[in-house]
Nanobody, 121 residues
Framework: QVQLVESGGGLVQPGGSLRLSCVAS????????MNWYRQASGKQRELVAA???????NYADSVKGRFTISRDNAKNTVSLQMNSLRLEDTAVYYC???????????????WGQGTQVTVSS
C-alpha cells in the first residue's frame, strides 16, 4: 500500500550532474520528513539530505554545496539534484519517509527500493 519509488539513477562522469526523484503513495505526504540516504559498497548507509514538511533542509558535509533536496507536496515527490559529482558519490541512493509519534499515530519509516548512481570516467 505504501510505496516510495526512486528514479533517475545511472552512470555519469565526474563533474557531471544527475537528478533523482522519489514519488510516494499511500501516505499523507505532508506529515513526513523526507530523506535521501546512500550506501556505497562495503560501507554503512548514510544520510545525505533531509527536508522537513515545512521545507527546512539538512545536508551531509560531504555533499553540502553540491546537492540540493527539494519537495513538491502537490505531487508527493522529493528530489535530489546532484551537481559536481565525484567518484565517492557512487552508491545506491534510497528515498526514505519518516515521522515521529504524535496525535496521528506511531512513528513510521518507509523506504524505497533504491537507485544506483555510478560516477565513473
Amino acid at each position: 500500500q505504501v510505496q516510495l519509488v526512486e528514479s533517475g539513477g545511472g552512470l555519469v562522469q565526474p563533474g557531471g550532474s544527475l537528478r533523482l526523484s522519489c514519488v510516494a503513495s499511500g501516505i499523507i505526504f505532508t506529515r513526513y520528513t523526507m530523506n535521501w540516504y546512500r550506501q556505497a559498497s562495503g560501507k554503512q548507509r548514510e544520510l545525505v539530505a533531509a527536508i522537513s514538511s515545512g521545507g527546512s533542509t539538512n545536508y551531509a558535509d560531504s555533499v553540502k554545496g553540491r546537492f540540493t533536496i527539494s519537495r513538491d507536496n502537490a505531487k508527493n515527490t522529493v528530489s535530489l539534484q546532484m551537481n559536481s559529482l565525484r567518484l565517492e558519490d557512487t552508491a545506491v541512493y534510497y528515498c526514505n519517509a519518516r515521522t515521529t509519534s504524535g496525535p496521528s499515530g506511531p512513528a513510521r519509516s518507509y523506504w524505497g527500493q533504491g537507485t544506483q548512481v555510478t560516477v565513473s570516467s
